[in-house]
């Protein structure tokens, strides 16, 4: 039966919002210099004619997302275009309905349409990654949730429940054979934090190009009034957690870095590490062997280590890979191979114990994974695509009301901070990193708490604006 609650999409707006980085960062075999953020602001109306205001955004990600030989401009074009394709499309998506469900519906049947149309018309040589789609399509998504909450007044992790969903979990999640679990009657708020907690750790990214000490400095860097040098940034944040990017394809350098890495964070009091090897691993001996070597080495070094994180290449189905020897020595998180909870469900069969989630994966997408590795006893975590901007709050909203293994992944503030000027002076706690920590308190009133009217970020015109005919 339908509520009164029930919205549908009215309109969409669509801007590109150029960035650039002050330090390059490395994904796999390539480097980020530069992003654009996809922003979106999307109306909602209800059956009496009330209606709202919504906004989403996200990085587009192209090295992250799309790993290719295809060269950046072609895939960066490729995802912009599908942008406005996707505008289009959610201006003109007639369901009415909760956000979840109207989400879902258009994960499930508009968006492999979309994706189809593009891969089609562009005349390129690769097809669009799934990714890359839910990537340009989480905009919109989180502007759905963002609006839906405005138009009841309410904090938008308030309304996934009872009182306003249409659909309990069953409708969209399926247990894995065997597993005691029910969905039947169960909605995302029963798997949420009752009360989220107001600060997070923060974990710092130590990308592969970032400098460790003063023997690697070479005149080049940017002298902006920001550390440059990882213990530096230790002590100016006061951090407790580093995230060490890795190569994946070289063993020798892999184990000197994170040993590197590993004595300075010991040496200035940070608690955690995590290991991130970029996708690139075929074979899970090559992570097995660091981590035994490590064990025996550098034994505190081992037990510093949280996680690691997605070694493995993005295709899950395409490389199906045993990894229990590997989760058999440390949680073993599921990153860019979780797309969805369907491949959650396949990653936990082969010895996958946590998922990394991510709002650029759509927030409706986001919270049915964590629904399903929740209720399956898998390890949760919160993880970074860079989010500048409007994008960090609900990447920050979401770990904060996930319930992680250990706080939240936040490193826009070390790639470009400068992008982040008009909101950090509203959300002073979630733009810079105090005693290892980001602190929440300041996104309260509906929607994501955004506050963008006092933000004032003055926009450039949309590259689209569509409306329901």
């Known amino acids: 039966m339908k509520k009164k609650t029930d919205v549908r999409v009215t309109a969409a707006e669509l801007y590109f919002l150029p960035v650039e980085t002050r330090v390059p960062l490395k994904f796999g075999t390539e480097t980020l210099t530069a992003v654009t953020c996809a922003r979106v602001k999307l109306s909602v109306s209800d059956e009496t004619g009330e209606s ?30 599908f942008c406005l394709l996707l505008a289009k499309a959610w201006a003109d998506f007639e369901p009415c309905g909760h956000p979840m469900e109207i989400g879902y519906a258009f994960l499930e049947t508009r968006l492999p349409e979309l994706v189809e149309k593009l891969n089609g018309q562009g005349g390129e040589s690769e097809p669009m ?12 998504d989180i502007a759905l949730h963002d609006a839906y909450a405005n138009l009841h007044g309410l904090p938008v992790y308030q309304i996934y429940n009872a009182d306003f969903m249409n659909r309990d979990l069953a409708f969209f999640l399926e247990p894995a054979d065997g597993a005691p679990v029910v969905f039947e009657g169960k909605y995302p708020a029963d798997l949420l934090v009752a ?18 000490g ?28 580093l995230k060490v990017k890795l190569r994946g394809n070289d063993m020798d350098w892999d184990y000197a870095r994170l040993v590197r890495v590993g004595q300075i964070a010991e040496a200035k009091g940070v608690l955690w590490l995590t290991s991130d090897f970029n996708c690139t691993v075929e074979d899970p001996v090559y992570v097995t062997a660091i981590l035994d070597r490590l064990m025996v080495e550098h034994p505190r070094l081992y037990q510093m280590i949280l996680y690691v994180e997605q070694p493995f290449p993005y295709d899950l189905e395409a490389n199906i890979i045993d990894v229990h020897s590997v989760s058999a020595r440390k949680p073993l998180f599921m990153d860019e191979s979780a797309h969805d909870w369907r491949l959650v469900r ?7 114990t946590g998922v990394a989630l991510k709002t650029c994966k759509t927030q409706t997408g986001a919270l049915l994974t ?37 706080g939240v992944e936040t490193n826009a503030m070390q790639f470009y901070p400068d992008a982040s000027v008009a909101e950090e002076a509203v959300h ?34 949309p590259a689209g604006v569509f409306v329901k005919a």
């Open 346 to 352: 396949a990653g936990r069969l082969l010895g996958w």
């Open 370 to 406: 964590l629904c399903w590795a929740k209720a399956h006893g898998l390890t949760l975590m919160v993880q970074d695509l860079t989010n500048p901007m409007l994008a960090q709050i609900p990447h920050v909203l979401l770990a904060a009301n996930a319930g992680t293994i250990m």
């Open 428 to 461: 002073p706690g979630i733009y810079r990193r105090r005693e290892g920590q980001i602190d929440l308190s300041t996104l309260d009133g509906s929607g994501f708490g955004y506050r963008v009217a006092r933000i004032g970020r003055r926009l450039s015109l």
């Open 52 to 81: 709202a205001e919504g906004w989403g955004e996200t990085p587009l990600s192209v090295q992250w997302a799309w790993p290719s030989a295809l060269s950046y401009e072609r895939r960066h074009d490729a995802m912009k275009r």
């Open 195 to 212: 009360t989220p907690p107001r600060r997070l750790l923060a974990w710092h990214l130590v990308g592969g190009k970032d400098l460790l």
């Open 129 to 140: 990654p799934w990714l890359a789609a839910l990537i340009c399509c989480s905009a919109f």
């Open 214 to 241: 003063p023997d690697e400095l070479t005149g080049s860097e940017p002298d902006d009034g920001y550390p440059v040098l990882l213990p530096d940034w230790i002590e100016r944040d006061g951090l407790k957690c």
